[in-house]
Structures are given as C-alpha cells and as structure tokens.
Nanobody, 121 residues
Framework: QVQLVESGGGSVQAGGSLTLSCTAFGATYSYHCTGWFRQAPGREREAVANLDSDGRIYYTDSVKGRFTISNDGMYTINLQMNSLKPEDSAMYYC????????????????WGRGTQVTVSS
C-alpha cells in the first residue's frame, strides 16, 4: 500500500507563493506518475499538474507559467506555486498512479488527505 504524505499548504495574499510537497511512502514502481489535484467548495475536482517517472509533465492551462512541478528524489514531488490568485484557493490533493500518466490523467491509484491553500485578495 502506498501512503501519500502532503505538506506545505497555507494562507497567502494574492501574488504570493507557496510550495507543496508530497512523498509516496511504500512505493516501489519504476514507472509511475505523481500528480496534484484541487477541489474548491462547490466545484469539481480538477487535475492541476502531474509528473511521470520519465520526466513528462502535464499542467492544466490555468496554472501554466505560474506553477512548477518537480521531483526531489524518486518518490517525492514538489509543486512550486507562484503568482497565486484567489481562484487558486482549494484543497490540494496529491495522487499516485502505478504507471505513467502520459499527459492529462485522472485515474490514480492512491490519494493523500489533502492540504488547504487559501489565497486572499
């Protein structure tokens, strides 16, 4: 069983930055994908970004140029979020897929509990 541990959420003013981190404990998959999703109250869950083990990256259009996903070790990813906007406020969830994503993907095997990001105007 893969356990995802997230950290780094918080509150920031518009234009500020936050970095989210996620580690997949118990993972032993050579080919895998780790991603971030977010869900705001009353809205559907949205795929934000993902990173394949072979380096392929996906970003949703609304975060391109502002967010950067990267790895820090084989099973730890970071999401650097710059120029944050109030509409980025949501619960952010880390997710792990036991194979490649190959771009946009919503079918993940393991999920974290989430970390709250709040951006005030």
């Amino acid at each position: 069983q893969v356990q995802l541990v997230e950290s780094g959420g918080g509150s920031v003013q518009a234009g500020g930055s936050l970095t989210l981190s996620c580690t997949a404990f118990g993972a032993t998959y050579s080919y895998h994908c780790t991603g971030w999703f977010r869900q705001a109250p009353g809205r559907e869950r949205e795929a934000v970004a993902n990173l394949d083990s072979d380096g392929r990256i996906y970003y949703t259009d609304s975060v391109k140029g502002r967010f950067t996903i990267s790895n820090d070790g084989m099973y730890t990813i970071n999401l650097q979020m710059n120029s944050l906007k109030p509409e980025d406020s949501a619960m952010y969830y880390c997710a792990f897929r036991r194979f490649r994503c190959g771009g946009y993907q919503t079918d993940f095997d393991d999920w974290g509990r989430g970390t709250q990001v709040t951006v005030s105007s």
